[in-house]
Each structure stands twice: as structure tokens, then as C-alpha cells.
């Protein structure tokens, strides 16, 4: 099968956000609003991970982590979300617009914790970003 790459539906919506929303829950009520500042995504993802908040085989937490770094893609570099669905299923993705480029953000995170690596925020961030830098250039 081939990837069928398309907009969120309602369905899809609703799981990306309720996985936000449970990053977004880790400020307190009153700098709940901070989720929206990417620097304090970052730094938010940060010290989640930096303190092991997460128990590694809490898969869809570190997901949902993979949600709020996708936000920052969207937010820095102005990718939009779709779904992709395959052979494996669907999930949702970022599209830089006008390209292929597609990155999966729900992954980038729990598969590295999958595969016992440690995992600095700062340097996937600037990992990803050179990726799509050479990617973009190669396009050109």
C-alpha cells in the first residue's frame, strides 16, 4: 500500500489535541498559556525527559511528547499536520507545504526511548532541523 497523505479528520483532531492536552496539563493552570511560546515547549519537553517523568514503557506519554515537538515544527518552520495512513495504519504527521518532506513527531521521541538512547530535545530539535535544511536545498 501505498502512503495516502491527507488533512486530519474530526477523529484525528481530537486524538492530537487530547495528547497535547495532556503536555499542555504539566503548567500549572495560571502559565498554562506558555504552551503556546516554543521556547517553552522546548524547555517543558525538556524537563520532562531530563527528570524521568515518564516510565519508558508509557509509550503513548512519550507520544504525546512527539505531539508537542511537532507543534514546534509547526510553529519554527512552518509545517502543517496531515494523517498518513499505509500498511501500518494511520497517524499524523507534519508536511513542509509545496514539498514531500513529511517528519513523524509522534515516533521521533519514543522510539529513541524504545531503543534505550538518550534523548536531548535541544539536539533533536537541531537534528531535525539540519535534515530539513539539506532535504529543502536538495528540492531546490
Do not use: C
Request: aromatic share 10%.
Amino acid at each position: 500500500m501505498n502512503q495516502k497523505i491527507e488533512p486530519l479528520n474530526p477523529e484525528d483532531i481530537a486524538r492530537v489535541e487530547a495528547q497535547r492536552k495532556w503536555v499542555r496539563e504539566h503548567f500549572s493552570p495560571e502559565t498554562e498559556h506558555t504552551y503556546e511560546l516554543l521556547d517553552k515547549k522546548l524547555q517543558l519537553l525538556d524537563t520532562i525527559i531530563k527528570n524521568r517523568w515518564i516510565e519508558p514503557s508509557e509509550t503513548v506519554k512519550w507520544q504525546s511528547l512527539g505531539i508537542t515537538l511537532g507543534d514546534v515544527f509547526v510553529q519554527k518552520r512552518g509545517f502543517n499536520w496531515v494523517a498518513v495512513e499505509d500498511e501500518y495504519g494511520r497517524d499524523p504527521a507534519l508536511q513542509l507545504p509545496r514539498t514531500s518532506i513529511l517528519l513523524f513527531p509522534l515516533t521521533m521521541i519514543s522510539k529513541r526511548i524504545e531503543r534505550e538512547e538518550e534523548v536531548d530535545i535541544y539536539d533533536l530539535f537541531e537534528e531535525v532541523t539540519k535534515w530539513i535544511e539539506e532535504k529543502r536545498d536538495h528540492l531546490q
